[in-house]
């Protein structure tokens, strides 16, 4: 006898999938499989705190007020010509002789020479600081001596020299060289370069009358020789010194007119910390280690979590450097992103390969890749509220101030978001996407990828939805997007799905 038999065929049910914002940003932590797609796994370059992925910061040319109160005529100082620069400055000048504000940028040249241009001006240009000559990227310091400002230049390898902006600079070559100096109440503190476990201070507050002898009862200095290592920066914050230290903070306390002296360790890492990304930012320090941001009270320390631990493994950023403007931590960096791209400055020998600018208060931040910020400085007067860049390779002989046009001076940033890899809870099936929809009012690129095909399709902006049919197969499903215009906006993303359940 002859059985029939029966197949039972499983219609596939369709399902919609809906990105209704990219207002969630980056997740690392998360594992792909089980990550909402409401986060990115990667992206850098789009701005997506109002819910659509439009272009992200960029720079332009620097420009600087003619008056110190009168923000509406702008001018582009004229740079030392063929020189790449390396660090800059902003000396707050008061002239004595004029009896006005005179403050002026300042630059260090990867030729070892020191330039100052005249902020309000009409024609701002840079014109060489006379006799003076480091051997390695010196910091500077406003300073004010007997009512008069000043500004001092050291490094570790250097002779420190102060300028008062109106006559010669002083060398002063009978001092220690200082790799980090503050003031703090009626007291100096300053390291010492070579003597990294050294912090010197002194009631006399000229420092140029400061001796190499530590051996002088006139010439005090605190040793620290415990497992936070070498000192690398001394500041003043909230009534405290505060040194920091190659793995942590030690606290000094001072007492007004009196030579005691009080330390306390406060904070022990397994991380480094990055010596030029320590800054003050408002009622907290912030800095760079080895695992990602932390933020500093005055009495603890924690780790900014921004949920992207992942793109800080297996990176080094001694180079890394860091400013402070208008509630706005800024650190140059490297980052360890998970893709194969190639943007920008990573195309040849870089120091670092990103800016963050990072909310000090929400913790909410923006990732520029491919850009190597070597300097930068918060430059503040009555008319003008900005920051200051300068850069490596195609961009060293410029510098910069933030934009919000999704460009690099002349040159579009590379923009990019990158769902997670993931079986949609659906494991172990099949599925084909059968449908992308999405706004975009802009050119973009989108990248439907399963662990089995990939397919990218160009999408031509305009004002109304625009819809591609992939139809391509696999069991993990992801999304890039890709813009290379300057400009962005998209939304509104639904992708339609059929599974074939078991």
């Not at 639904?494 to 078991?502: A, D, I, R």
Request: charged share 20%; aromatic share 12%; with cysteine.
């Amino acid at each position: 006898m002859l059985y029939q038999k029966k197949f039972v065929f499983r219609a596939p049910k369709q399902i919609e999938l809906s990105i209704s914002d990219f207002k969630n940003g980056i997740n690392t932590e998360i594992a792909e499989n089980i990550m909402p797609y409401k986060f990115a796994t990667n992206s850098y370059n789009y701005n997506f705190e109002n819910g659509a992925l439009i272009e992200g910061l960029g720079f332009d040319d620097l420009k600087v007020p003619q008056s110190p109160d009168d923000p509406s005529v702008e001018n582009i100082p004229i740079l030392p010509m063929g020189k790449e620069i390396d660090c800059i400055w902003h000396f707050k000048h008061y002239d004595t002789y004029q009896n006005k504000r005179m403050d002026k940028l300042m630059l260090y040249t990867k030729d070892k020479l020191v330039y100052y241009a005249t902020m309000f001006s009409p024609l701002p240009m840079f014109f060489l600081v006379p006799n003076i000559n480091f051997t390695s990227r010196p910091t500077a310091l406003n300073y004010k001596l007997n009512g008069k400002d000043y500004v001092i230049l050291t490094s570790n390898t250097d002779s420190f020299v102060i300028w008062d902006g109106e006559s010669m600079p002083q060398v002063i070559t009978s001092a220690p060289e200082l790799s980090s100096i503050c003031v703090h109440q009626d007291k100096l503190f300053a390291t010492i370069g070579g003597q990294r476990n050294i912090v010197r201070y002194s009631s006399n507050l000229d420092p140029t009358t400061w001796t190499k002898d530590l051996t002088n009862p006139n010439n005090p200095y605190i040793e620290l020789n415990d497992a936070r290592g070498g000192v690398n920066k001394v500041i003043s914050f909230l009534g405290y010194v505060f040194a920091f230290r190659e793995f942590g903070i030690t606290k000094i306390k001072t007492y007004e007119n009196s030579s005691e002296i009080n330390v306390s360790h406060l904070f022990v890492s397994g991380n480094r910390i990055y010596k030029n990304t320590i800054c003050i930012c408002g009622d907290r320090i912030l800095m760079l280690t080895k695992d990602g941001i932390y933020e500093f009270d005055g009495i603890s320390t924690k780790k900014v979590d921004l949920k992207i631990d992942a793109l800080f493994q297996n990176i080094y950023n001694d180079q890394a450097v860091a400013s402070y403007h208008e509630g706005k931590y800024y650190v140059a960096c490297k980052l360890s992103y998970p893709d194969n791209n190639v943007i920008g400055c990573e195309n040849v020998v870089h120091s670092n390969d990103t800016l963050i600018e990072l909310d000090v208060k929400t913790h909410s931040f923006h990732i520029i890749r491919g850009v190597d910020v070597v300097s930068m400085t918060s430059l503040q007067v009555d008319s003008m509220s900005k920051m200051a860049f300068c850069f490596n390779s195609v961009y060293a002989n410029k510098l910069g101030e933030l934009t919000k046009n999704g460009k690099f001076f002349e040159d579009n940033t590379v923009k990019h978001w990158y769902s997670p890899m993931s079986d949609l809870g659906y494991p172990a099936t099949q599925k084909l996407i059968k449908e992308l929809s999405l706004l975009t009012k802009y050119d973009c690129n989108i990248t439907l990828f399963t662990e089995r095909q990939t397919v990218t399709f160009a999408i031509k902006g305009k004002n109304t939805n625009s819809k591609i049919k992939p139809n391509i197969k696999g069991e993990l499903i992801g999304i890039k997007v890709e813009s290379l215009g300057a400009s962005a906006n998209i939304s509104n993303a639904k992708l339609k799905l059929l599974v074939w359940q078991n």
